[in-house]
C-alpha cells in the first residue's frame, strides 16, 4: 500500500503518490569513471518508479552514455532511459521549424541526434546550434556569426555550463562547458542563445513528456544548486542535492538560490531519507 499526500486534493479524496526520479548523472552517480559510492543501491531503490537519466552534456549519445554505466558497474541502462540536451535540442528546434537546416559545432553525440530531424547547410542554416566538445575554430566561428548577422538564423546552446569535468588527452581535466564555447558566437553577433539545458525549463519539461509525468510527481536528484536543483524547483519539483559532486559537504547554502527538499552527503543517506518520507515503494 503505498503512503497518499493530501496537498492538491480534495478534502476526503487520496491519491497515492507516484514518484517520478530525474537523475542527474556527473557528481551523483559516478565520478570521473568510478561509480560513487551507493550508486548500484539507489538505481536498484528508484527501478520500480519512472525515471529518466538527464544530462546537460551533449557530447555523447544516450548508448555511449548506457555503455559507460555498465562498464562502471551500474546495471544496463536502456538507451531511452536517458535524455541529453543533444536529443532534447533538437527535437526543440524540429517543433520550432520542421525540416530545419542547420550548422552545428560540438562533439558526434550533437550532430548525429540534430542528423536524424534535420538538415545540415553551413550556407542556409535556420539554426546555429552550439554545444560540447571539438569543432569550434576560426573558420566554424566565422561561419556561425555570419549566418547569424546576415541569413538572421537563431543562435541555440545545448546547456549553459561554463566548464565540464571530462577527459582529454588521457587525462581527467577540466573541459570548456557549452557556455563558455557559445560565449564567442553571443559576443561577435550581439545576440543571447536559446538554452535547453538546465536549469532553463526545456530539458526538465522533455523529460516529464517522455515519462507523461508533471512536476509535482517528480524528484530531481542532481549535485549543482544553481543547475540541477535550481531549474527542477522552479517548475515545482521536489529536489534532492546530493553533496558528492561539484557542491561539498560544508559549503553554505548559495543565498537566493532555492533550497532543496533533501540535502544528504551520499547516495545511501539519501536512499534512507527517501524511505523516511515514504517516496520509494522498497
Ligand atoms: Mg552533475
Known amino acids: 500500500m503505498l503512503p497518499a499526500v493530501a496537498s492538491g486534493d480534495q478534502p476526503g479524496m487520496k491519491r497515492p503518490i507516484a514518484s517520478c526520479f530525474l537523475l542527474d548523472m556527473d557528481g551523483v552517480l559516478y565520478h570521473g569513471d568510478r561509480a560513487l559510492p551507493g550508486a548500484r543501491e539507489f538505481l536498484d531503490a528508484v527501478s520500480d518508479h519512472p525515471h529518466l537519466f ?28 536517458i535524455l541529453t540536451t543533444a536529443e532534447a ?25 540534430l542528423a536524424e530531424v534535420g538538415t545540415e547547410d553551413p550556407e542556409q542554416a535556420d539554426f546555429v546550434v552550439v554545444g560540447e566538445g571539438p569543432g569550434l575554430d576560426f573558420d566554424s566561428l566565422t561561419t556561425g556569426i555570419n549566418l547569424v548577422l546576415s541569413r538572421g538564423a537563431r543562435l541555440v546552446a545545448t546547456n549553459p555550463d561554463l566548464t565540464v569535468d571530462g577527459w582529454h588527452e588521457g587525462k581527467h581535466r577540466v573541459l570548456p562547458g557549452c557556455g563558455a564555447l557559445v560565449a ?13 539545458g538546465k536549469p532553463e525549463p526545456l530539458l526538465y519539461q522533455m523529460a516529464m513528456e517522455r515519462l507523461a ?29 546530493v553533496r558528492t559532486g561539484r557542491f561539498p559537504p560544508g559549503a553554505p547554502w548559495p543565498d537566493p538560490l532555492p533550497r532543496p527538499d533533501w540535502d544528504v552527503t551520499s547516495l545511501e543517506a539519501l536512499i534512507g531519507a527517501f524511505r523516511e518520507a515514504g517516496v520509494l515503494r522498497r
Open 213 to 241: 509525468t508533471t512536476p509535482e510527481a517528480c524528484i530531481m536528484v542532481g549535485d549543482r544548486p544553481d543547475t540541477d536543483i535550481a531549474g527542477a524547483a522552479r517548475l515545482g519539483m521536489r529536489t534532492a542535492l
Open 184 to 196: 564567442p558566437f553571443e559576443v561577435a553577433t550581439e545576440r543571447e542563445a536559446v538554452v535547453i
Open 54 to 81: 538527464l544530462t546537460n552534456n551533449p557530447w555523447r549519445p544516450p548508448e555511449e552514455v548506457a555503455r559507460r554505466l555498465s562498464e562502471m558497474g551500474l546495471g544496463e541502462v536502456p538507451p531511452e532511459r
Open 89 to 113: 535540442t533538437a527535437r526543440w528546434l524540429s517543433r520550432e521549424k520542421p525540416g530545419f537546416r542547420y550548422f552545428a559545432v560540438g562533439g558526434h553525440g550533437l550532430h548525429r541526434a
